[in-house]
Protein backbone atom coordinates (compact mmCIF):
# COMPACT_ATOMS: atom_id res chain seq x y z
CA UNK A 1 0.00 0.00 0.00
CA UNK A 2 3.07 2.54 0.88
CA UNK A 3 4.32 1.57 -1.94
CA UNK A 4 1.63 2.15 -4.09
CA UNK A 5 1.42 5.58 -2.84
CA UNK A 6 4.94 6.47 -3.53
CA UNK A 7 4.35 5.24 -7.15
CA UNK A 8 1.83 7.37 -7.64
CA UNK A 9 3.06 10.56 -5.85
CA UNK A 10 5.94 10.37 -8.20
CA UNK A 11 4.00 10.14 -11.10
CA UNK A 12 2.11 13.34 -9.82
CA UNK A 13 5.25 15.20 -9.46
CA UNK A 14 6.68 14.39 -12.69
CA UNK A 15 3.16 15.41 -14.02
CA UNK A 16 3.34 18.27 -12.49
CA UNK A 17 7.17 18.68 -13.21
CA UNK A 18 6.40 18.48 -16.71
CA UNK A 19 3.41 20.93 -16.42
CA UNK A 20 5.45 23.35 -15.17
CA UNK A 21 8.72 22.82 -17.83
CA UNK A 22 5.75 23.35 -20.65
CA UNK A 23 4.73 26.74 -18.75
CA UNK A 24 7.89 27.94 -18.43
CA UNK A 25 8.92 26.82 -22.06
CA UNK A 26 5.45 29.20 -23.06
CA UNK A 27 6.19 32.02 -21.31
CA UNK A 28 10.64 32.06 -21.96
CA UNK A 29 9.50 32.00 -25.60
CA UNK A 30 6.89 34.32 -25.35
CA UNK A 31 7.04 37.48 -27.96
CA UNK A 32 5.95 40.09 -25.15
CA UNK A 33 7.93 40.41 -22.24
CA UNK A 34 6.41 38.72 -19.06
CA UNK A 35 6.73 40.56 -15.21
CA UNK A 36 5.90 39.61 -12.12
CA UNK A 37 6.24 42.39 -9.63
CA UNK A 38 5.76 41.77 -6.12
CA UNK A 39 6.29 44.73 -3.10
CA UNK A 40 7.84 46.92 -5.78
CA UNK A 41 10.32 44.28 -6.65
CA UNK A 42 11.01 42.69 -10.26
CA UNK A 43 10.63 39.12 -8.75
CA UNK A 44 10.47 37.49 -12.23
CA UNK A 45 11.43 38.30 -15.99
CA UNK A 46 11.15 35.93 -19.25
CA UNK A 47 13.97 35.97 -21.97
CA UNK A 48 11.72 38.97 -23.96
CA UNK A 49 12.38 41.54 -21.16
CA UNK A 50 16.04 40.91 -20.96
CA UNK A 51 16.17 41.39 -24.79
CA UNK A 52 14.31 44.54 -24.66
CA UNK A 53 16.31 45.93 -22.06
CA UNK A 54 19.82 44.29 -22.60
CA UNK A 55 19.91 43.50 -19.02
CA UNK A 56 21.70 39.64 -17.60
CA UNK A 57 18.65 37.68 -15.64
CA UNK A 58 21.10 37.94 -12.61
CA UNK A 59 20.91 42.18 -13.48
CA UNK A 60 16.99 42.21 -13.63
CA UNK A 61 15.65 40.15 -10.61
CA UNK A 62 15.55 40.69 -7.13
CA UNK A 63 15.88 44.88 -8.30
CA UNK A 64 12.87 47.51 -8.01
CA UNK A 65 10.98 47.34 -11.28
CA UNK A 66 10.83 51.61 -11.04
CA UNK A 67 14.30 51.76 -11.78
CA UNK A 68 14.25 50.39 -15.37
CA UNK A 69 11.48 52.84 -15.90
CA UNK A 70 12.58 56.33 -17.43
CA UNK A 71 12.46 59.08 -14.48
CA UNK A 72 10.08 61.61 -16.38
CA UNK A 73 7.29 58.32 -16.47
CA UNK A 74 8.24 56.78 -13.21
CA UNK A 75 5.14 59.07 -11.35
CA UNK A 76 2.75 57.93 -14.09
CA UNK A 77 3.40 54.40 -14.02
CA UNK A 78 3.96 54.30 -10.58
CA UNK A 79 0.69 55.19 -9.66
CA UNK A 80 -0.81 53.22 -12.00
CA UNK A 81 1.07 49.93 -10.43
CA UNK A 82 -0.31 50.65 -6.85
CA UNK A 83 -3.75 50.90 -8.03
CA UNK A 84 -4.22 48.19 -10.05
CA UNK A 85 -2.39 46.48 -7.19
CA UNK A 86 -4.87 47.91 -4.27
CA UNK A 87 -7.89 48.00 -5.97
CA UNK A 88 -7.64 45.65 -9.49
CA UNK A 89 -9.32 46.60 -12.55
CA UNK A 90 -12.60 45.60 -14.11
CA UNK A 91 -11.26 45.98 -17.28
CA UNK A 92 -7.91 45.95 -18.94
CA UNK A 93 -5.66 48.62 -18.45
CA UNK A 94 -2.54 49.45 -20.06
CA UNK A 95 0.20 52.65 -20.33
CA UNK A 96 2.42 53.69 -22.34
CA UNK A 97 6.07 54.23 -21.17
CA UNK A 98 9.81 54.37 -21.77
CA UNK A 99 12.35 51.61 -20.56
CA UNK A 100 15.94 52.45 -19.77
CA UNK A 101 18.30 50.04 -21.57
CA UNK A 102 21.73 48.66 -20.20
CA UNK A 103 23.39 50.51 -22.94
CA UNK A 104 22.06 53.61 -22.19
CA UNK A 105 19.02 53.76 -24.62
CA UNK A 106 15.41 53.91 -24.88
CA UNK A 107 12.70 51.72 -25.33
CA UNK A 108 8.79 52.59 -25.13
CA UNK A 109 6.65 50.04 -24.20
CA UNK A 110 2.63 49.20 -23.70
CA UNK A 111 2.38 48.28 -20.29
CA UNK A 112 -0.36 45.75 -18.89
CA UNK A 113 -0.56 44.66 -15.69
CA UNK A 114 -2.93 42.24 -13.98
CA UNK A 115 -3.15 41.31 -9.92
CA UNK A 116 -2.51 38.22 -8.78
CA UNK A 117 -1.74 36.13 -5.86
CA UNK A 118 2.49 34.89 -6.10
CA UNK A 119 3.63 32.95 -3.57
CA UNK A 120 1.27 33.92 -0.84
CA UNK A 121 1.19 37.43 -1.56
CA UNK A 122 -0.62 39.57 -3.96
CA UNK A 123 1.49 40.81 -7.06
CA UNK A 124 1.26 42.22 -10.32
CA UNK A 125 1.37 39.88 -13.66
CA UNK A 126 2.06 42.25 -16.26
CA UNK A 127 2.40 41.70 -20.03
CA UNK A 128 4.39 44.43 -22.16
CA UNK A 129 4.88 44.78 -25.94
CA UNK A 130 8.14 46.51 -26.87
CA UNK A 131 5.95 49.41 -29.57
CA UNK A 132 9.24 51.35 -30.03
CA UNK A 133 9.03 51.65 -33.60
CA UNK A 134 5.41 52.57 -33.76
CA UNK A 135 5.86 55.08 -31.14
CA UNK A 136 8.80 56.57 -33.21
CA UNK A 137 7.05 56.25 -36.36
CA UNK A 138 4.42 58.40 -34.81
CA UNK A 139 6.60 61.42 -33.84
CA UNK A 140 7.98 61.22 -37.15
CA UNK A 141 4.48 61.26 -38.54
CA UNK A 142 4.06 64.66 -36.17
CA UNK A 143 7.53 66.31 -36.54
CA UNK A 144 6.44 66.31 -40.38
CA UNK A 145 2.65 67.32 -39.59
CA UNK A 146 4.33 70.13 -37.96
CA UNK A 147 6.89 70.94 -40.76
CA UNK A 148 3.87 71.50 -42.79
CA UNK A 149 1.81 73.34 -40.72
CA UNK A 150 4.64 75.68 -40.58
CA UNK A 151 5.08 75.87 -44.09
CA UNK A 152 1.78 76.30 -44.64
CA UNK A 153 1.75 78.95 -41.92
CA UNK A 154 4.48 80.36 -43.78
CA UNK A 155 3.23 80.43 -47.26
CA UNK A 156 -0.01 82.02 -46.41
CA UNK A 157 2.12 85.09 -44.71
CA UNK A 158 3.98 84.91 -48.26
CA UNK A 159 0.61 85.58 -49.90
CA UNK A 160 -0.95 88.31 -47.57
CA UNK A 161 2.47 89.96 -48.13
CA UNK A 162 2.28 89.51 -52.02
CA UNK A 163 -1.64 90.58 -51.83
CA UNK A 164 -0.31 93.99 -49.76
CA UNK A 165 2.21 94.34 -52.52
CA UNK A 166 0.16 93.85 -54.98
CA UNK A 167 -2.44 96.34 -53.58
CA UNK A 168 0.31 98.88 -53.02
CA UNK A 169 0.69 98.41 -56.97
CA UNK A 170 -2.44 99.27 -57.50
CA UNK A 171 -2.41 102.35 -55.51
CA UNK A 172 0.50 103.18 -57.17
CA UNK A 173 -0.66 102.55 -60.45
CA UNK A 174 -3.89 104.52 -59.98
CA UNK A 175 -2.04 107.28 -58.65
CA UNK A 176 0.52 107.34 -61.74
CA UNK A 177 -2.83 107.16 -63.70
CA UNK A 178 -4.83 110.12 -62.44
CA UNK A 179 -1.35 112.28 -62.30
CA UNK A 180 -1.46 112.04 -65.94
CA UNK A 181 -4.95 112.74 -65.85
CA UNK A 182 -4.94 115.52 -64.18
CA UNK A 183 -1.73 116.99 -66.02
CA UNK A 184 -3.45 116.42 -69.47
CA UNK A 185 -6.84 118.17 -68.36
CA UNK A 186 -5.10 121.20 -66.16
CA UNK A 187 -1.57 121.68 -68.31
CA UNK A 188 -2.57 120.39 -71.80
CA UNK A 189 -6.28 120.83 -72.50
CA UNK A 190 -6.45 124.52 -71.84
CA UNK A 191 -4.26 125.31 -74.29
CA UNK A 192 -6.36 122.97 -77.03
CA UNK A 193 -9.30 124.83 -76.39
CA UNK A 194 -7.34 128.04 -77.01
CA UNK A 195 -5.71 127.00 -80.25
CA UNK A 196 -9.45 126.20 -81.52
CA UNK A 197 -10.51 129.69 -80.73
CA UNK A 198 -7.92 130.78 -83.24
CA UNK A 199 -7.99 131.15 -86.75
CA UNK A 200 -7.24 127.14 -88.43
CA UNK A 201 -7.34 125.83 -91.71
CA UNK A 202 -9.47 122.66 -92.36
CA UNK A 203 -6.78 120.64 -92.22
CA UNK A 204 -5.44 121.91 -88.94
CA UNK A 205 -8.86 122.13 -87.55
CA UNK A 206 -8.98 118.30 -88.00
CA UNK A 207 -5.58 117.84 -86.36
CA UNK A 208 -6.43 119.66 -83.79
CA UNK A 209 -9.42 117.43 -83.43
CA UNK A 210 -7.58 113.97 -83.55
CA UNK A 211 -5.35 115.44 -80.62
CA UNK A 212 -8.08 116.56 -78.45
CA UNK A 213 -9.94 112.84 -79.06
CA UNK A 214 -6.13 111.67 -78.13
CA UNK A 215 -5.91 113.23 -75.05
CA UNK A 216 -10.02 112.92 -74.47
CA UNK A 217 -8.98 109.03 -74.25
CA UNK A 218 -5.63 108.90 -72.20
CA UNK A 219 -7.98 110.42 -70.00
CA UNK A 220 -11.40 109.01 -70.03
CA UNK A 221 -12.26 105.67 -67.50
CA UNK A 222 -14.13 104.52 -70.64
CA UNK A 223 -11.26 104.09 -72.78
CA UNK A 224 -9.14 102.47 -69.74
CA UNK A 225 -12.11 99.93 -68.98
CA UNK A 226 -12.44 98.86 -72.35
CA UNK A 227 -8.64 98.25 -72.64
CA UNK A 228 -8.55 96.39 -70.05
CA UNK A 229 -11.22 93.88 -70.75
CA UNK A 230 -8.45 92.45 -73.60
CA UNK A 231 -11.06 92.17 -76.38
CA UNK A 232 -7.82 92.75 -78.62
CA UNK A 233 -9.24 95.82 -79.97
CA UNK A 234 -6.74 97.72 -82.17
CA UNK A 235 -6.02 101.76 -81.46
CA UNK A 236 -7.87 102.94 -84.47
CA UNK A 237 -10.93 100.66 -82.87
CA UNK A 238 -10.56 101.93 -79.90
CA UNK A 239 -10.72 105.79 -80.76
CA UNK A 240 -13.73 104.68 -82.80
CA UNK A 241 -15.09 103.27 -80.42
CA UNK A 242 -14.65 106.41 -78.16
CA UNK A 243 -16.29 108.27 -80.84
CA UNK A 244 -19.44 106.37 -81.20
CA UNK A 245 -19.98 106.05 -77.40
CA UNK A 246 -19.71 109.96 -77.48
CA UNK A 247 -22.40 110.01 -80.41
CA UNK A 248 -20.32 110.65 -83.22
CA UNK A 249 -21.97 109.90 -86.48
CA UNK A 250 -19.78 107.85 -89.25
CA UNK A 251 -19.25 110.94 -91.23
CA UNK A 252 -18.39 112.72 -88.33
CA UNK A 253 -15.37 110.07 -87.01
CA UNK A 254 -14.41 109.79 -91.09
CA UNK A 255 -13.34 113.46 -90.62
CA UNK A 256 -12.16 113.05 -87.40
CA UNK A 257 -9.82 110.51 -88.06
CA UNK A 258 -9.00 111.29 -91.55
CA UNK A 259 -10.38 108.32 -92.98
CA UNK A 260 -12.54 106.43 -94.88
CA UNK A 261 -16.66 106.13 -94.21
CA UNK A 262 -16.01 102.68 -95.34
CA UNK A 263 -12.83 102.31 -93.08
CA UNK A 264 -15.37 103.55 -89.84
CA UNK A 265 -18.15 101.27 -90.85
CA UNK A 266 -15.27 98.17 -91.48
CA UNK A 267 -13.97 99.39 -87.73
CA UNK A 268 -17.89 99.37 -86.39
CA UNK A 269 -18.12 96.07 -87.43
CA UNK A 270 -14.64 94.77 -86.24
CA UNK A 271 -15.92 95.97 -82.48
CA UNK A 272 -19.25 94.16 -82.71
CA UNK A 273 -17.50 91.08 -83.56
CA UNK A 274 -15.23 91.54 -80.42
CA UNK A 275 -18.22 92.53 -78.01
CA UNK A 276 -19.97 89.68 -79.25
CA UNK A 277 -22.66 91.67 -80.73
CA UNK A 278 -22.27 90.24 -84.46
CA UNK A 279 -25.75 89.79 -85.47
CA UNK A 280 -27.57 91.04 -82.62
CA UNK A 281 -30.31 93.95 -82.77
CA UNK A 282 -28.31 95.76 -79.95
CA UNK A 283 -27.18 99.19 -80.76
CA UNK A 284 -23.61 99.95 -80.33
CA UNK A 285 -23.63 103.31 -78.88
CA UNK A 286 -25.84 102.34 -76.17
CA UNK A 287 -24.26 98.99 -75.22
CA UNK A 288 -20.90 101.23 -74.64
CA UNK A 289 -22.22 103.48 -72.52
CA UNK A 290 -23.87 100.89 -70.17
CA UNK A 291 -21.92 97.89 -70.17
CA UNK A 292 -18.02 99.28 -70.99
Not at 101 to 125: D, M, N, Q, S
Not at 154 to 173: C, D, F, M, S, Y
Not at 275 to 287: A, D, E, P, V, Y
Request: glycine share 4%; with cysteine.
Amino acid sequence: MLRQQIVEREKAEAALKESEGRYRLLIENAVEAILVIQREILAFANRRFVEITGYSPVEITSRPFIEFIHPEDRPAAGGMLLEVLEQGQSETVFLTFRLLTHEGGLRWIEFKPVRIEWAGAPALLAFCSDVTDAVMAELVLREKEEELREQAKKLEEANIGLKILLQHRQEEKAAIQESVQASITKLIMPFVDKLKRTFLSTEQATYLNIIEVSLSEIVSPFTARLSSNRLGLTPTELEVANLVKNGNSIKRISELLNISENAVRFHRQNIRRKLGLKHKKINLRSFLQQTI
